[in-house]
């Protein structure tokens, strides 16, 4: 079993046979449900909220990883605790006092991320590296499932590999977006321990056999 941590994005499940769909996750090699919350204002999309979310973790069986595309997430953070979240990310561009965030996420009892948009350089973690249980890179613009991977995101990868061996610091890295077997080998290589993907497992015609193929390829 690879080192490699797999998260189906529930974002490119069937919401018609959402319980399915989440027992099918359950059922596979994948390590977390990685959930996907969109506002329509700090993304321009709406996806799912809490009643939704509520139903996801009464049929999950494995940790909730919650990524919170939204305006102002300090106002939601008990309620994620309280829903089940595993790890909370926000996005740094959304989060004016982030360090007040991070340690707010942790006071209830989550591990805490921060998601970093494709246009925001790694660098701007360097004074909160430190007390991130988990970044994640976006590896395309947040808002929607089945866009095509940005191919920059693994000179990301590797400043943040260096930024966290400077610093001595070790969070999960986990990368979003266009994720499939033809780069899941080479953004591990990058420095990628945590893989979302949402189309490319859902869109197949066995998910569950999908998963264990990144899993495997993943390492
Ligand atoms: C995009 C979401 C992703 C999305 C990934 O805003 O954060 O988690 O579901 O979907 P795919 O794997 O289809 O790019
Ligand atoms: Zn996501």
Redesign the pocket.
Same mark, same amino acid.
């Given at each position: 079993m690879g080192k490699t941590l797999i998260a189906p994005?529930l974002?490119?499940a069937d919401f018609g046979n959402l319980q399915r769909d989440v027992e099918l996750v359950n059922q596979s090699e994948a390590d977390w449900h &990685?959930l996907?919350i969109m506002d329509g204002h700090f993304v321009p999309n709406i996806s799912y909220g809490m009643p939704v979310m509520k139903a996801i973790a009464k049929h999950a069986t494995k940790p909730l990883d919650v &990524?919170l595309?939204i305006s102002d997430p300090d106002r939601y953070i008990s309620t994620f605790a309280v829903l089940g979240a595993d790890t909370l990310t926000v996005h740094y561009e959304a989060c004016t006092h982030l360090h007040r965030t991070i340690q707010a996420i942790k006071k209830e009892g989550m591990n805490a991320g921060v998601a970093l948009n494709p246009h925001t350089p790694v660098k701007v973690l360097k004074d909160i590296l430190h007390d991130l249980d988990l970044v994640l890179v976006m590896s $395309?613009n947040?808002?929607?499932?089945?866009?095509s991977f940005i191919e920059n995101t693994y000179t990301k990868l590797r400043a943040l590999k260096k930024m966290m061996e400077k610093q001595g610091v070790n969070p999960l890295v986990e990368v979003?977006?266009? $994720?499939s077997s033809e780069n899941a080998r080479a953004l591990v290589e990058a420095g990628a321990n945590v893989l $979302?993907?949402?189309?490319?497992v859902f869109n197949s015609k066995d998910p569950g056999g999908t998963i264990a193929d990144l899993k495997e390829i993943a390492g």
């Open positions: 994005s974002l490119a &990685h996907d &990524h595309m $395309v947040p808002g929607y499932g089945g866009q979003d977006g266009g $994720v $979302v993907a949402g189309s490319f």
